[in-house]
């Protein structure tokens, strides 16, 4: 148990929906992290939030959309995705130090 | 040049003896040098980390040996048990626009044989 929650751990979608990831953390970090992680693959950073603010965009398509309300909660919504986007998404968050602790991921299949 | 390089794909390994995962970078910028696992299902999770002024940092059975001139590190699993069987990424950060950002291997899957 890191302390960063995830949620749904599964979704399944077909291209024409709209969803949202969420990740929750309580351990009082001030950066979030948003990866993809796809087979044979590194993982991908897609986005980072410090303070709330968005300090990273990873060239990411904007059917990705993130939203950081607080330092607590991080979102990641989808709307009209392609297959290709199915993976598993990975939050992480950090407090000062260069540690970062992800949670178990949400798998997501787009149909 | 963001890049980090990691070696093997995967690894098979007899209990007890030692898995050698590789890694490879080339920006200097980068100033820490973690090393996560990663089981079926689960998260990564960090295992040990090192920064560039070490030549070696050693937990346990786990053992980072870093070559700052060559700019590669490894992670050295001694004594592999079947409990290690995970996937094991090798990652290197540096600071960006203010931010701690995170470049990730491939990933190695090992697997250890009772």
């Known amino acids: 148990e890191t302390g960063v929650t995830q949620t749904p751990r599964h979704l399944v979608m077909g291209m024409t929906n709209k969803k949202s990831l969420k990740c929750e953390q309580h351990?009082?970090?001030?950066?979030m992290y948003w990866y993809k992680q796809s087979a044979k693959k590194p993982l991908e950073l897609m986005f980072v939030?410090?303070?709330?603010?968005?300090?990273e965009n990873n060239s990411v398509p904007s059917r990705f959309s993130p939203e950081c309300p607080n330092s607590s909660h991080l979102f990641l919504h989808l709307h009209t995705l392609q297959p290709e986007d199915s993976a598993l998404y990975l939050c992480?968050?950090?407090?000062?130090?260069?540690?970062?602790?992800f949670g178990e991921g949400s798998w997501l299949t787009v149909v | 040049q963001q890049q980090v390089k990691q070696s093997p794909q995967s690894l098979i390994v007899q209990k007890g003896g030692i898995s050698i995962i590789n890694c490879a970078y080339e920006n200097t910028a980068f100033d820490y040098f973690p090393w996560y696992q990663q089981f079926p299902g689960k998260g990564p999770a960090l295992l040990i980390a090192?920064?560039?002024?070490?030549s070696e940092k050693k937990e346990g059975r786990f053992t980072i040996s870093f070559n700052k001139s060559a700019k590669q590190f490894s992670l050295h699993i001694m004594d592999s048990q079947p409990g290690d069987s995970a996937t094991y990424f090798c990652a290197a950060s540096l600071i960006s626009s203010g931010t701690y950002k995170y470049i990730f291997g491939t990933g190695t899957r090992l697997k250890v044989l009772a």
């Open positions: 351990l009082g970090h001030n950066a």
């Open positions: 090192i920064r560039p002024d070490v």
């Open positions: 939030y410090n303070f709330k603010e968005q300090t």
């Open positions: 992480a968050s950090r407090l000062s130090g260069n540690t970062i602790y």
